[in-house]
């Protein structure tokens, strides 16, 4: 591939051609009549959240605002690091605790804001930002649809209406006025490396007038109909700029794995992937600030080829699975006797091979504890919903022009065989309960209210026992189960090659070992745990935990262990982490299939349309 049509002119563009710069506004008047910025204005994620049509468009309708006050954390009990997406087709007592884009965008306080992701509706995103401060908030609009003719692009860069692009009209009269009222707005166009990839990594940096920033990553694009599905959400604090320039954060010493200081290192080397040109005034700008306080892990994808061999971890970031692997590699699980299970959760599966998928699995299975003492190996298990649950989700079958995986050739069906003794449901409620005599179904102890949100959030936890009452780490991230995504296996050179942006977090119990030996477990319905929580009562998990004693891990880094014995320490902190679907999980049963795009659906979802596939007339 040439990268002649996307790293000339095209690199960096402004939205406009009117007339810059704007007026600077830390000269205006703060204290003008504007009620927004005359109101409290921290922290961001407490505003009321206003409901959007799917054209991005304001409506005059206010929801409530359902947060609880269990964001606020109590002796024991830290609230979950990652949270949900407010989901505006769900009844407002789902919405405890959740994070719109709203919510995160609308603060007056916002002077410059850097948006990475791979779709992008402008004028949604503009009407996410405070009303008063609109015209005069700085917006970088990172993306990677370098071709001319690519529909994204011209979303992005011309803003062209929806109906123009479909009718290919050339009138661009209505783009031209969205361009003038936009006209702090700029748009910058990744340099893809690889002819496959996409820049799918999904992010936002702020920069506020109170001399704080704030990092963002979340799971959805910029469109309005991804946050009427489930997304995940992750914020650090507001981040303080540094108060000595010679800080200890900028040296190349190997800091702590999860500490800001190498989230900084991390962050810092993702962005300068881009290029000066792209975001060296980003990098330079997030270097002044003190990320200390941050406590969780970067897990990122760059495009191109990374030698193993020559990469010395501690010293430049990894990407893709060894970066993950690395961070795994510094994770102690909380108990070398119980049989852990890893759940992964994506909207989207690619062709991958079984070979793949095993070396995958084996990166997941990685943890500190592994060359000092054998432990069961995890069990694993694939979230991903069927026609039924997208057809009675939110959106219905719109949902499901978002997840993706193939079912229909024979390569394709046989990687569903590979992965069918692991698929579980999203929802886990199909409409025809299994015959007599077949599997039962389980009952549901914990319910994470996501049941009608399609999936478009990507997660992937290690929960320490069968009874997936702990956690020993838990990851959100851009990235789907792809080789795209993760990286390729090692080829003879030593080299792994990644076709994609993505980027993620990853976060585990020990991270909050300041507040007292900690445990992270799971909590639904909002982000503070309780004092006690039940455990997920699986019939199977006892039968698993015997059957697999003998199965262990025995390979793994050599690193100093906390419990040599493999003895469970006593927590007395309680780290919650927001579930996105029920506990305990409902396999799927024989005979029933993924949902698949392109396959047409007959059977009307809840709105009364039905699915006429992809790719068919």
């Not at 990744?190 to 979340?218: C, P, W």
């Not at 795009?597 to 009307?604: F, G, K, L, N, R």
Request: glycine share 6%; hydrophobic share 35%.
């Amino acid at each position: 591939m040439s990268s002649n049509g996307h790293d000339s002119d095209c690199e960096v563009t402004d939205v406009s051609t009117a007339a810059r710069p704007l007026k600077d506004p830390r000269r205006a008047s703060i204290t003008s009549n504007s009620p927004s910025l005359g109101s409290p204005i921290s922290p961001p994620a407490f505003r009321q959240s206003e409901r959007h049509s799917d054209n991005g468009k304001e409506n005059a309708t206010m929801r409530p605002a359902t947060y609880s006050d269990s964001q606020t954390p109590s002796p024991g009990r830290v609230p979950s690091p990652i949270h949900l997406s407010t989901v505006k087709g769900l009844a407002d007592s789902t919405n405890v605790d959740t994070v719109s884009l709203r919510d995160i965008l609308g603060d007056p306080l916002i002077k410059e804001c850097w948006l990475f992701n791979y779709l992008i509706d402008v004028h949604f995103v503009m009407s996410q930002v405070d009303e008063d401060t609109r015209g005069l908030v700085q917006v970088k609009i990172v993306h990677g649809s370098w071709k001319e003719e690519d529909a994204n692009r011209i979303n992005i860069e011309v803003w062209k209406p929806k109906e123009c692009v479909q009718s290919r009209n050339t009138d661009h009269s209505g783009a031209q006025d969205a361009a003038k009222k936009y006209n702090n707005v700029q748009v910058i166009t990744a340099y893809m490396a690889e002819m496959y990839g996409t820049h799918h990594s999904k992010m936002i940096i702020l920069f506020r007038h109170d001399d704080t920033a704030q990092v963002n990553i979340v799971t959805g694009n910029f469109i309005a109909r991804d946050w009427s599905m489930c997304q995940a959400v992750w914020r650090s604090p507001l981040l303080p700029l540094q108060t000595c320039p010679t800080s200890p954060q900028d040296t190349h010493d190997p800091f702590p794995m999860g500490s800001g200081l190498r989230f900084k290192r991390d962050i810092l080397s993702y962005l300068n992937s881009y290029g000066q040109r792209r975001t060296g005034s980003l990098t330079a700008e997030l270097r002044r600030y003190d990320l200390s306080s941050i406590r969780a892990a970067l897990v990122a994808s760059v495009p191109g080829k990374q030698n193993l061999r020559d990469t010395d971890p501690d010293q430049e970031t990894l990407w893709g699975w060894p970066g993950l692997r690395h961070v795994l590699r510094s994770v102690g699980p909380k108990s070398l006797k119980t049989k852990p299970h890893i759940v992964m959760q994506c909207s989207s599966v690619a062709s991958i091979s079984k070979k793949w998928m095993d070396n995958f699995q084996v990166m997941l299975r990685v943890h500190k504890s592994m060359a000092l003492s054998p432990s069961p190996r995890p069990a694993f298990s694939l979230i991903f919903p069927t026609a039924d649950e997208i057809r009675r989700s939110v959106d219905g079958y719109a949902s499901g022009g978002s997840i993706h995986m193939k079912t229909q050739t024979p390569a394709q069906r046989k990687q569903l065989e590979v992965l069918r003794p692991i698929l579980c449901h999203w929802a886990g409620d199909e409409k025809s309960n299994p015959a007599p005599g077949k599997i039962p179904q389980k009952p549901i102890i914990h319910q994470a209210q996501r049941r009608r949100a399609a999936p478009h959030i990507k997660t992937y936890i290690r929960f320490s026992d069968p009874s997936m009452s702990t956690i020993d780490w838990a990851m959100m991230t851009s990235a789907n189960l792809s080789k795209q995504a993760w990286g390729e296996e090692v080829n003879g050179k030593g080299e792994v090659r990644i076709c994609s942006y993505e980027i993620g977090i990853v976060v585990w119990p020990a991270l909050w070992d300041d507040f007292g030996e900690a445990e992270m477990v799971p909590v639904f319905g909002k982000d503070l745990p309780d004092e006690d929580n039940v455990k997920v009562e699986d019939p199977e998990a006892k039968k698993q935990n015997a059957d697999n004693e003998e199965t262990t891990d025995e390979e793994g880094d050599k690193g100093a262990l906390d419990w040599r014995q493999g003895k469970e320490k006593q927590a007395n902190t309680r780290v919650g982490l927001r579930m996105p679907y029920d506990l305990p999980l409902v396999p799927y049963l024989e005979g029933e299939m993924p949902w698949c795009a392109s396959t047409p659906c007959s059977e009307p979802d809840w709105t009364g349309r039905t699915w006429p596939g992809f790719g068919t007339s």
